[in-house]
């Protein structure tokens, strides 16, 4: 029976012998993750190419696109609409949308280039849990600049009566009406109200 012809090797034969078997699969390593045998990696397919890129285009959008209930760019600062996200809250969304001048914003509107795209979905996203862990969705909503600014003239016009009220020393309510008549307590040195003397 013949023997085996075994090698003794020395320890620095042993020691090369293992630095060239580290170097081959360092090797073979580098020609998987380059796609070929070391070289340049391969052209990307055109598909693969442009899903790269688009994934660089969503990345680049800036920080306030990553945010829940970020509006885009085009819906905000468009002059003909104020938007609002209302929360799908009992009653909240029927009141701005059946009692106020709200409308729901759909995707087709939503669309930045213009082109009449998307399903007509109503836009919404999801905001947080109730505290039975259910979740809380929000409609993006807007309204008319111009119903927007006459409500607020209206607003500005309740806080004056109210402030006029006050600095008069009666007691008003929500609507500006005096609740006490002339016995209201004033005090005698008078009320003096300042406005945008504040200092910190």
């Known amino acids: 029976m013949a ?6 090797m020395t320890p620095a034969q042993r020691q090369a012998a293992s630095d060239r078997m580290k170097a081959m699969h360092a090797a073979k390593a580098s020609a998987r993750v380059s ?10 397919h055109p598909r693969a190419a442009a899903a790269t890129a688009e994934r ?21 600062n468009d002059p003909n ?17 059946q009692d106020d001048d709200y409308e729901f914003v759909t995707d ?13 979905t ?33 607003k500005a016009e309740r806080q004056q009566k109210l402030m006029t009220a006050i600095e008069r020393g009666r007691t008003p309510d929500e609507q500006g009406e005096t609740i006490l008549g002339d016995g209201a307590y004033v005090p005698s040195r008078g009320i003096k109200i300042n406005h945008g003397d504040y200092q910190p």
């Not at 796609?35 to 990307?44: I, K, L, T």
């Open 35 to 44: 796609g070929n045998d070391g070289g340049e990696a391969p052209e990307a």
């Open 3 to 8: 023997q085996a012809n075994t090698r003794i």
């Open 81 to 97: 609409y104020r938007c609002y996200w209302a929360a799908d809250r009992p009653g909240r969304v029927q009141q701005l949308t």
């Open 108 to 120: 087709t509107q939503a669309a930045a280039d213009g082109r009449n795209t998307g399903s007509g």
């Open 122 to 154: 109503r836009i919404e996203r999801h905001a947080d849990v109730d505290k039975f862990g259910n979740p809380i969705r929000c409609f993006l909503l807007r309204k008319p600049m111009e119903y927007h600014r006459e409500d607020e003239r209206e």
């Open 56 to 76: 660089r285009r969503r990345k680049g959008t800036g920080n306030k696109a990553r945010l829940k209930l970020s509006i885009p760019p085009h819906l905000e």
